[in-house]
């Protein structure tokens, strides 16, 4: 049986292989899968170049959250190079079933800032990924380089995450709202009383420029795409 014309490849953009299908997904009210979250990720990598930054894959990310050996973890993890980094994003999704590829229904994100030594979940709808996140945040915060007690490295549900106005969009609020911390932790912008974020996020993540966002990933993937 011959492959279908969504399985093309249209572009490999650092160790990311995009599809045709991809494009079908970003041009329709869809919700994002995997790769193209990992693309937009590489993508600020590459705009935001910095050893203080880690903008982690969604398959990493999963595999912190749902790996079956803690033991192991470390091992696993120590790669990236935690301790060193400033600023990790992680993005957390729903899906419990570690054998099924591109499973959940729901995308949002977990960030660590070292200044501030907590970890601040936002989620786009009503803290429905909160239990995912905290089950990364709990896998992970050890691994940090602060301390090996949870006590020391605080939790926070993030309550002024600008909210999602449809069912398909949290890839998206994903995108705009790492998009954001990028910009504030690069360029130095004003931080809230706690040394955060939020209100940036808040300001600049409406629900304009999240649609915008569908168009802006589109556009700059057809802009990397090899001229045939």
Request: some cysteine.
């Amino acid at each position: 049986m011959g492959k279908s014309p969504g399985d093309e490849k249209i572009l490999t953009y650092n160790d990311v292989v995009l599809r045709r299908s991809d494009l079908d997904i970003l041009s329709g009210p869809y919700f994002l899968n995997d790769r193209i979250i990992e693309f937009y990720f590489s993508y600020l990598s590459s705009c935001y170049p910095s050893e203080d930054i880690l903008l982690v894959p969604p398959s990493i990310a999963f595999w912190i959250t749902n790996c079956p050996d803690i033991a192991s973890l470390g091992d696993f993890v120590d790669p990236f190079n935690l301790p060193g980094k400033e600023l990790v994003i992680f993005p957390v999704n729903n899906n419990n079933d570690v054998t099924q590829a591109e499973g959940g229904s729901h995308w949002s994100l977990l960030a660590f800032n070292r200044n501030s030594k907590v970890f601040v979940h936002h989620d786009s709808y009503g803290g429905l990924n909160a239990g995912h996140a905290k089950r990364l945040y709990k896998a992970i915060f050890r691994y940090m380089g602060i301390a090996d007690t949870i006590s020391t490295c605080e939790y926070l549900e993030c309550n002024r995450t600008p909210q999602q106005v449809n069912g398909y969009d949290c890839g998206l609020y994903v995108a705009a709202i790492t998009k954001a911390i990028c910009s504030w932790y690069k360029n130095g912008e004003p931080k809230d009383e706690d040394g955060l974020w939020c209100s940036v996020v808040s300001d600049q993540v409406t629900p304009y420029a999240v649609g915008e966002m569908r168009n802006e990933i589109l556009m700059l993937i057809r802009s990397l795409m090899p001229v045939k």
